[in-house]
């Protein structure tokens, strides 16, 4: 089955700068990739995605590029902000509609103020 | 458009106690996931729902968990009896019929003293 790995487990930064979570795949039939931002005691919300037929996508601040040959997909934050703070998870899909996600263990972004 | 609601948010129960959590998607979402959370993990699949049918079960301890959605809107999650290792926060997501991207609840954080 699918197996996702995240690096770094914890990240600080300074207010500002750009922040960047990397993650690997094992499967390479999976095909949609989608990040989750999670606040102490919240739920986890989506905040991009990004499918396997496209190699970035950008919203306002975040970023998302993805390497199908190197099955490695990776979160940028620029410019980032207190409120960035929170575990950034990553996760994997398989081909099939309505797949369950695999995600990573999380990262724990500190943004300083 | 109201987000996925689950309740309790909290439950605190002595050992061999029976459990149920309770989970309304959002409207029109056909597919229903839960997920077990641990502390400082990502959540890992419990079951999955493609209306009332359960798809993928493959992960859920049938000795001990049982889920249903009758009539394929609303599910109920049980532990019976819950063990100390079941301490963690179980997550409800939904997404749409053909669609990858999951919204979940705010969880119920289950203590198991």
């Known amino acids: 089955g699918e197996n996702v790995e995240q690096h770094p487990s914890t990240l600080s930064v300074q207010e500002g700068d750009s922040a960047v979570i990397k993650c690997t795949y094992s499967d390479s039939a999976s095909n949609y990739f989608p990040w989750y931002k999670q606040e102490l005691g919240k739920r986890p919300q989506l905040i991009i995605d990004?499918?396997?037929?496209?190699g970035e996508k950008k919203d306002q601040r975040i970023a998302v590029t993805l390497n199908k040959t190197a099955k490695h997909f990776s979160l940028h934050i620029t410019e980032t902000q207190p409120e960035d703070s929170a575990v950034y998870f990553c996760?994997?899909?398989?081909?099939?509609?309505?797949?369950?996600?695999?995600f990573g263990k999380g990262t724990r972004l500190s943004v300083i103020a | 458009e109201a987000g996925v609601v689950q309740s309790p948010r909290y439950k605190i129960i002595e050992k061999k106690q029976p459990v149920a959590f309770w989970c309304n998607p959002i409207s029109g979402h056909n597919t229903l996931y839960w997920y077990l959370q641990n502390l400082g993990q990502g959540p890992e699949l419990l079951i999955r729902?493609?209306?009332?049918?359960?798809?993928?079960d493959s992960q859920l301890p049938k000795d001990r968990f049982s889920a249903e959605r009758l009539k394929g809107v609303d599910s109920t999650l049980k532990i019976q009896p819950a063990e100390l290792g079941d301490s963690a926060v179980y997550l409800c997501?939904?997404?749409?019929?053909?669609?990858?991207?999951?919204?979940f609840g705010p969880g119920t954080r289950l203590t198991v003293t």
């Open positions: 997501a939904s997404s749409p019929r053909d669609r990858n991207e999951q919204y």
């Open positions: 729902y493609e209306n009332e049918e359960a798809v993928d």
């Open positions: 990004i499918r396997s037929n496209v």
């Open positions: 996760a994997a899909s398989g081909s099939g509609r309505n797949t369950p996600l695999v």
